[in-house]
């Protein structure tokens, strides 16, 4: 069933003036709340992706909007070139959830991760004693952690690097989940290494959980070289996973925490960089900014959402709902599933070729009135709003196993 006349509409008008940088799904969204959207001819979809968890806490979270709607009333932006009465409230209460000293708040993932890249550098050349120049950071193959051109500089993604190079320099990237690996990257330049830069759970490639013990592992590693241990948890934090880090599913605290999507609840995007004293306060006054990063309506809005992690529901509920949703995905193994992959209500799908593309089933999957979305040809990500009802959940489940019986 393909979109209607006033979805075609929309659609061609984005397709004439919109540039091609994403290849979404023929749907039109007009409205939504919770963990269903609704089109602008009226047809209701159950929502799989969360925004790539940005909306943990689902559309239009009651608390979130009335937080938003209050803030608009009083103050939206004053720039850093001003203190205003949110911003000490909100890097004290993230700090604490982090189990840190200090925030530097950003608005975009990728702004925060260029943060953590140049504060990790920074805090090298003035804490560690790199020489000038010469700061190297480890990331990992097949990551994701945004597209500027320093992001993609340390990412093996060919479609992500084609025709943009010259690259960022200082990376080597490694093999993700070997350890052995790990270890000799950090032994071959260890006076001049930084930083280790890691997804808990890599989103982007397919959500893909590294072996037991690896992150344990990385965290003993860089403890001995004297090296920062940087956490992407920008899609896997703040509940995802059922815990409030993914980090936590091996016990383990990195030196510094990157944070966004589900921060700003779906409404404004906020993102963080979360730290030691030490860490973080190697900025100086005009080193580095954002007129609108920490503004008064970002600050309350990711009030909000520190509050309503701190109260465990949504950990809880992505624990007890994911072991449901790991559960009947892992009964379609065999049944045009190849893999299944992930932790908490965040799965990703290897769909058997037999079956079609992993593009092919998120729009048979459309056709019924469930969203999802693709990557890397064969798989599928399934992320939903944390807030999906068990019903809803196993509507969307019945809805893959009719797809993959076609």
């Not at 919109?18 to 979404?24: F, R, S, T, V």
């Not at 925060?112 to 190297?136: H, L, Q, S």
């Not at 320099?169 to 930083?195: C, N, Q, R």
């Not at 091996?250 to 966004?260: A, I, R």
Request: glycine share 12%; proline share 5%.
């Amino acid at each position: 069933m393909g979109p209607g006349r006033s979805a075609e509409r929309a659609i061609a008008a984005a397709e004439a003036h919109g540039a091609h940088n994403y290849h979404p799904l023929p749907v039109v969204v007009a409205s939504a709340e919770g963990a269903w959207m609704t089109d602008v001819e009226g047809r209701r979809y159950l929502d799989l992706l969360a925004g790539y968890s940005a909306l943990n806490f689902g559309h239009r979270n009651r608390r979130l909007i009335e937080a938003a709607k209050a803030q608009l009333d009083r103050v939206t932006l004053t720039s850093r070139a001003f203190h205003h009465d949110r911003f000490g409230a909100f890097c004290s209460e993230l700090a604490e959830l982090c189990g840190m000293e200090m925030v530097l708040p950003m608005n975009t993932g990728a702004e925060a991760m260029e943060t953590a890249i140049k504060t990790a550098r920074k805090w090298g050349y003035r804490i560690k004693g790199v020489p000038d120049g010469r700061a190297r950071i480890i990331a990992a193959g097949n990551n994701f952690h945004g597209r500027t051109i320093t992001l993609i500089s340390c990412a093996t993604d060919p479609e992500a690097r084609a025709d943009h190079g010259p690259f960022t320099p200082g990376f080597s990237i490694v093999p993700y989940g070997e350890l052995a690996a790990m270890e000799a990257a950090l032994d071959a330049a260890p006076e001049e290494t930084v930083a280790v830069l890691l997804e808990p759970i890599q989103g982007e490639a397919g959500v893909v959980v590294p072996p037991p013990g690896y992150l344990a592992g990385v965290r003993e590693l860089t403890r001995e070289r004297n090296v920062l241990f940087i956490a992407d948890e920008i899609q896997s934090g703040l509940g995802r996973t059922g815990t409030t880090f993914a980090c936590e599913h091996e016990g383990v605290v990195p030196d510094v925490y990157v944070l966004g999507k589900a921060l700003g609840g779906g409404v404004v995007p906020v993102s963080a960089v979360v730290s030691s004293r030490e860490v973080v306060g190697v900025h100086r006054p005009g080193e580095h900014g954002s007129t609108f990063g920490g503004s008064p309506l970002a600050c309350a809005i990711a009030l909000e959402v520190i509050a309503m992690v701190r109260t465990g529901e949504f950990q809880r509920r992505s624990a007890t709902l994911g072991e449901l949703l790991h559960r009947e995905l892992g009964l379609l193994l065999g049944r045009g599933v190849e893999q299944v992959r992930g932790r908490g209500l965040w799965a990703g799908v290897d769909i058997h070729p037999s079956r079609g593309t992993g593009r092919q089933i998120a729009e048979r999957l459309m056709d019924r009135r469930v969203l999802v979305k693709d990557t890397h040809g064969a798989t599928i990500r399934i992320a939903p709003p944390l807030v999906i009802g068990e019903e809803d959940l196993e509507w969307a489940l019945d809805q893959l196993r009719a797809v993959l019986a076609e």
